[in-house]
């Protein structure tokens, strides 16, 4: 006879597993909100360190900004310092960014680190050296709400720690091909070019130039040659680029084509829109004047009856040194004045500066090109490199002292794209991020 418990159907089976399934279920379910909810705390972390990272980003580049218009000034390592982390609440208080907002908590300075350097390589410190140029901006630790974050640290060995990010950005001048360049040239020697000694093309930061005679027995290139550049067409050309509107960029190696003609008009109508001066078709609105505009007066005079010429002041000769002029026992509103008086602007602290003014209106881009072997009239100029000039005082608008005076300055504030390297080179610079780098060495940071 056939054994009846064998014969009976399994039907019992999967009605005694269904607990076990259950719970196998619990045990899917709660691994897959665990995953979830760690999901959220990474996308939490990311979104948060583009945020920080954003907004450290914008601060360096500020106080780099900062920094070079107050370079040398009195409590310039401060007026930088705070003008980075103005930036760094302003992004923190930009909308979506409460929590960022909440974690500064209105004291910015203890959130962020702000440190100066000299070189992009460092050492960082604050304040920094009286050179410094570069600056970093960091964010040691940014603490992050944890959803899931506390609670899965104890399924972990030594656990997750705790749920924060950090940023750190340098940000710094770099070389760049200007593209407002004065219609202007100056001839300079290539063979006079040692930047580690303070000699660019056989100028000296300080030195004081004519930028455009006025006599055609004063021009380096000779009769018929003011040291005009042709950068468009006659005189509406010279004037709206000499107030600052020219906009086509040049490049070392390529070749300029001077302009006979000396053009005194148009050229003192744009160029003293920059001492807050406007004549003829320029107006404040379209050309701002310099932040400082004070020059001295009496002006500058040029006399070239006599071999060599000569540039005087109330007759005496006027003499370069480290920045000063003076002729004589007087002393002349010069490049160190200037810069000291805008420094004080851009700190709140100084005075006579002008409402609306715009920083370095004063600096001029000027084409050092190589004049070996041309001669008066038009011709073409190999440009050597650009050079930056403090503009001394207004241009007079006729006669034989329509001159323009500058002084060689080695570096200003550029307006094309940024190189690839930090700043070790003279002429336009324009402030730009880099890589973070660890303090004395070329290697770069993890955070960078």
């Not at 027995?217 to 009769?223: E, H, K, L, R, T």
């Not at 071999?307 to 160190?336: E, F, H, R």
Request: charged share 10%; proline share 6%; hydrophobic share 35%.
């Amino acid at each position: 006879m056939m054994n009846l418990r064998i014969q009976r159907p399994f039907t019992s089976t999967p009605r005694r597993q269904e607990g076990s399934v259950s719970a196998l279920m619990v045990i899917a379910l709660a691994a897959m909100a665990m995953m979830a909810a760690l999901a959220l705390d990474g996308g939490h972390m990311m979104l948060n360190k583009t945020r920080l990272q954003n907004a450290v980003d914008a601060a360096a580049l500020s106080g780099a900004k900062t920094l070079s218009q107050v370079e040398g000034g009195i409590n310039s390592a401060s007026t930088t310092r705070t003008a980075a982390l103005n930036t760094l609440v302003q992004n923190a208080n930009a909308a979506g960014n409460n929590e960022l907002a909440t974690a500064v908590g209105g004291n910015a300075g203890a959130f962020a680190v702000v440190e100066l350097a000299s070189s992009v390589y460092g050492p960082f410190s604050y304040p920094g050296p009286t050179d410094a140029k570069y600056v970093r901006v960091s964010v040691p630790s940014y603490s992050l709400t944890g959803f899931f974050w506390n609670f899965a640290q104890v399924f972990g060995p030594g656990g997750l720690g705790a749920k924060a990010v950090a940023a750190i950005a340098t940000a710094g001048p770099s070389p760049t091909n200007p593209c407002d360049v004065a219609p202007l040239m100056i001839c300079g020697d290539s063979t006079q070019y040692n930047p580690a000694a303070g000699m660019f093309w056989g100028f000296q930061f300080g030195d004081l130039q004519v930028l455009k005679s006025a006599a055609n027995n004063s021009s380096a290139i000779g009769p018929g040659n003011f040291q005009l550049l042709d950068f468009g067409s006659g005189g509406s050309s010279v004037r709206e680029d000499l107030a600052g509107g020219g906009s086509v960029c040049r490049n070392v190696g390529e070749t300029v084509q001077t302009s006979p003609g000396n053009t005194v008009g148009p050229a003192s109508q744009g160029l003293n829109t920059r001492f807050g001066i406007y004549n003829g078709p320029v107006s404040a609105s379209n050309y701002p004047p310099d932040m400082v505009t004070s020059s001295s007066n009496p002006a500058i005079t040029y006399n070239d009856s006599v071999t060599p010429a000569q540039t005087l002041y109330q007759g005496q000769p006027v003499i370069s040194s480290g920045g000063n002029l003076t002729a004589g026992s007087n002393a002349i509103l010069d490049y160190n004045d200037w810069k000291a008086s805008v420094a004080a602007c851009v700190a709140g602290s100084g005075s006579g500066c002008q409402g609306g003014g715009v920083f370095e209106r004063r600096m001029l881009k000027i084409v050092v090109g190589d004049c070996t072997g041309k001669q008066g009239g038009s011709t073409t100029i190999p440009v050597l490199g650009f050079g930056c000039y403090f503009v001394v005082q207004p241009m007079d608008g006729g006669g034989t002292q329509a001159q323009i005076f500058g002084q060689f300055v080695r570096e200003c504030e550029g307006d094309n794209v940024a190189g690839p390297s930090p700043s070790t080179d003279s002429g336009p610079q324009i402030i730009q991020l880099y890589k973070t780098y660890i303090n004395g060495s070329g290697t770069p940071s993890t955070d960078s």
